[in-house]
């Protein structure tokens, strides 16, 4: 069956940085593009960027261009989300969730990585 | 960027109550291209209506979505007590994809 699975929750402080992975299990894992979503405390879904599995190329929403990198290791079928000079207001919990080539839902999630940023 | 706007914000319902929740586009986006998740608390977002009005695989028939160009809308027929849940729609008309603010729906 198809997975997604996610790194465990993290605690950090302000200006540290934190890697993320997603594992994905069940299908090609090239055939479909990865997303990524942040869920602040209390607060709805925000798409941050996806990335193309095939080619490595990432794309980023305005707001996380800068401290925010994807990337992939393919041979693990895995991609990873990277946040650097970590913030307060970068707690949350982050999700990735591949997406559908055709109609560019996202079919299946991750169980999400809460990360907590606090001196 | 399209910016999504869903309404309401809260609802509540009866069980076998007939509900209905909007998503507005400032844009207009193919039918093909919006899509509804359902999150519960502490739970991870699921596709549950695909392109519009297709059901994601597992979800109740009495379910349903329509809607074309800036307004969209999901049904439950008669709601019960799993439902639950806060609904998100999601749109791709270029990027960002960009999702809507949600629907809390509570159940009496």
């Known amino acids: 069956q198809i997975q997604l699975v996610q790194s465990g929750p993290e605690l950090k402080k302000p200006g540290e940085t934190v890697k993320i992975s997603c594992k994905a299990s069940?299908?090609?894992?090239?055939?479909?593009?990865m997303n990524w979503v942040k869920q602040a405390p209390g607060k709805g879904l925000k798409w941050m960027g996806w990335?193309?599995?095939?080619?490595?190329?990432?794309t980023y929403a305005d707001d996380f261009k800068g401290r925010f990198a994807f990337s992939l290791e393919t041979s693990a079928s895995t991609a990873y989300l990277q946040i650097n000079n970590l913030k307060n207001e970068d707690t949350a919990t982050y999700f990735c969730?591949?997406?559908?080539?055709?109609?560019?839902?996202?079919?299946?999630w991750g169980q999400g990585t809460s990360v907590t940023v606090s001196s | 960027e399209n910016v999504l706007t869903q309404s309401p914000a809260i609802m509540s319902a009866s069980p076998g109550e007939k509900v209905t929740m909007t998503c507005r586009a400032s844009?207009?986006?193919?039918?093909?291209?919006l899509h509804w998740y359902q999150q519960k608390s502490g739970a991870s977002p699921k596709l549950w209506i695909y392109?519009?009005?297709n059901l994601a695989s597992g979800v109740p028939a009495r379910f349903s979505g329509s809607g074309s160009g800036t307004s969209y809308s999901l049904t439950i027929s008669s709601v019960e007590a799993e439902d639950a849940a806060t609904y998100y729609c999601?749109?791709?008309?270029?990027?960002?994809?960009?999702f809507g603010s949600g629907t809390k729906l509570e159940i009496k």
């Open positions: 969730a591949r997406e559908t080539t055709a109609t560019k839902a996202m079919d299946y």
């Open positions: 069940g299908y090609t894992f090239t055939n479909y593009g």
């Open positions: 990335i193309n599995t095939y080619t490595g190329e990432p």
């Open positions: 844009s207009s986006v193919s039918s093909s291209y």
């Open positions: 392109s519009t009005s």
């Open positions: 999601q749109q791709y008309s270029g990027y960002p994809f960009t």
